[in-house]
């Protein structure tokens, strides 16, 4: 499995770009697509940067994607690394796996409305059993 791409910016400068294992599975089932991150600083891993087209890079980031019809999906159409744009309502069934090797898989359903704000910074992406649901 290769990494997934992302980025993050200010705007100002050019974006910086990460390369993370997907741990998460947000679009059709059968396989992550999908890296978990605390965005907000909420001290939650319940965001998230999507591959939605499956071309190794994220093209969608999400908040709270375990918030059922409160998760909030925002693209990046000027590249650089806000991810301030809303695209239009989506409609998925997200699938947690906790370990992209093996492990128990939970899954949340969620309808997606576009939301509002912009993205934060990336914080700690390490996985720990608070974290886990």
């Known amino acids: 499995m290769d990494p997934l791409e992302y980025s993050f910016g ?13 741990d998460l599975d947000l679009g059709p089932p059968g396989g992550v697509d999908a890296v978990r991150l605390d965005f ?16 190794g890079v994220a093209d ?14 925002f693209t990046d159409p000027s590249g650089d690394g806000t991810w301030n ?7 998925a069934v997200h699938t947690w796996r906790p370990d992209p ?13 576009a939301g509002q704000g912009g993205l934060g910074n990336q914080t700690y992406r390490g996985f720990d059993e608070e974290n886990t649901r």
Not at 40 to 55: E, I, T, Y
């Open 10 to 22: 200010t705007g100002a400068d050019a974006p910086v770009t990460w390369a993370s294992f997907a």
């Open 40 to 55: 907000d600083g909420d001290g939650l891993l319940d965001d998230a940067m999507w591959d939605s087209d499956g071309d």
């Open 60 to 73: 969608r980031s999400v908040l709270d994607y375990d918030a059922e019809d409160e998760a909030r999906y």
């Open 85 to 91: 744009a809303e695209p239009p309502v989506i409609a």
């Open 101 to 113: 090797v093996g492990g128990t898989a939970g899954t949340i359903d969620a309808a997606a409305e």
